[in-house]
């Protein structure tokens, strides 16, 4: 008999009933070490006070209102992000897949409306990911996501990952935009370095097609930086933004630059729930954290002393890691085992990681993790090779 819940999951039997900063807690008392986040969602950890806060007050007062009316949250939640980044509007969204769908729509919209309808393809990457919506399915067009579903949007091209000579052959005068991940996050914690990102931004602008970046993932502080994209010291045209904006309410946002959004004319577009008061009222929250350069140097200082000690943990149990890589606290242990395996012992020892393709296991924890708990990570991690070592 099928479950009552829809079993697109493999669940693990672990039920967790309180969650305090970088633990969670299971219904039988076990306090478990998050380095997952909820896959990079809860930036601020669990339970942060001040998004409790903005929660519980905004939650007193009014949840939710039409898009026909002014949000104010939304409207300072919109202020922030565009005096932060290279955005002049922001659209609100509940996902990371509803972002693409928009991403999707304002390139090619942008195109339409300049007299070139003709301009409608997408060029996206092996290994990516962009959620489960049919944009974001066609756009990673992997076989497991897209087996079954057809017949999918048409219009998404695909390359392999960093190979940028294809690039230059497949842009032509139908493409609308190219669509990455500045790091792959589900694809294997796989970086684009900052040389090649500024040459597919230049690339961009020398064929004449929007650069579209999916920081769903490895956005908000996750790399040291408010943006990823920010290293290597380029912009893009639309972003699209999710996870860690929330801190854990469900919200996403796609950034773009007035002229990538000029299509984007009152009707074009709209959402029930997106930029709610709740949603903006807690990512308001999210951002006097995370935007502050103080709380971004301390991701920096964090994510040094982290991989330092991790790279101590690979020369340690060489049958088991291969390599770590990735960006701020943003990384992935490369393993020998298979990843769920890994992710496995990691419960027996008490410490949550996240599996990803390419052999890799993620570690995403919250960005407010302390030095002490990165130690006691190291150990928790340490237990887990261990145990496989010997099993
Ligand atoms: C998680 C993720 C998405 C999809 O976000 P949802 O909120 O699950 O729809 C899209 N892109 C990237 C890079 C992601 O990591």
């Known amino acids: 008999m099928i479950p009552s819940v829809l079993p697109t999951y493999t669940r693990a039997p672990l039920h967790f009933v309180k969650g305090e900063g970088s633990w969670l807690v299971e219904e039988d008392g076990r306090r478990f070490l998050d380095l997952g986040s909820g896959i990079a969602v809860n930036a601020l950890g669990h339970a942060h006070p001040a998004l409790v806060a903005a929660l519980t007050e905004q939650a007193g007062k009014l949840w939710h209102v039409s898009n026909l009316y002014e949000i104010p949250q939304q409207q300072a939640l919109a202020d922030k992000l565009v005096g932060a980044t290279f955005a002049d509007t922001v659209f609100f969204t509940n996902s990371g897949t509803e972002a693409c769908e928009l991403a999707v729509k304002m390139a090619r919209k942008y195109w339409y409306d300049k007299g070139l309808p003709e301009k409608t393809d997408i060029i996206a990457f092996s290994g990516s990911f962009h959620g489960r919506s049919s944009a974001g ?8 996501m897209v087996k079954g579903f057809g017949p999918l949007l048409p219009g998404f091209k695909h390359l392999d990952w960093r190979d940028f000579d294809a690039l230059k052959d497949a842009i032509d005068d139908n493409t609308a935009a190219v669509l990455l991940e500045p790091i792959q996050g589900e694809g294997g914690i796989r970086p684009l370095p900052d040389d090649e990102l500024k040459a597919i931004r230049a690339l961009c602008d020398e064929k004449g097609c929007l650069l579209v970046l999916d920081e769903v993932q490895c956005g908000m502080g996750r790399t040291g930086r408010l943006f990823a994209h920010e290293w290597a010291g380029i912009v893009p045209d639309i972003m699209m933004v999710a996870k860690g904006i929330g801190g854990g309410f469900p919200l996403g946002a796609v950034l773009a630059t007035e002229e990538a959004a000029s299509g984007m004319t009152a009707g074009t577009h709209g959402s029930t729930y997106g930029g709610n008061p709740l949603g903006c009222a807690v990512g308001c929250a999210v951002m006097d954290h995370v935007a502050e350069p103080e709380f971004l140097a301390e ?5 040094g002393f982290l ?4 790279e101590g943990l690979i020369a340690a149990h060489p049958d088991i890691f291969e390599e770590v890589r990735g960006s701020g606290l943003m990384l992935g242990l490369k393993v020998k085992p298979a990843p769920a395996e890994f992710v496995k012992a990691g ?3 008490l410490v949550i990681t996240v599996p990803a393709a390419d052999n890799v296991v993620r570690l995403l924890p919250a960005l407010t993790i302390s030095d002490d708990e990165i130690a006691e990570a190291i150990a928790r991690l340490d237990a887990a090779a261990s145990a496989l070592e010997t099993a």
């Open 299 to 303: 991701v920096n200082r964090k994510a």
């Open 307 to 310: 991989r330092q000690k991790l």
């Open 137 to 144: 399915i066609a756009a990673a067009g992997s076989e497991k």
């Open 347 to 349: 419960y027996e020892a």
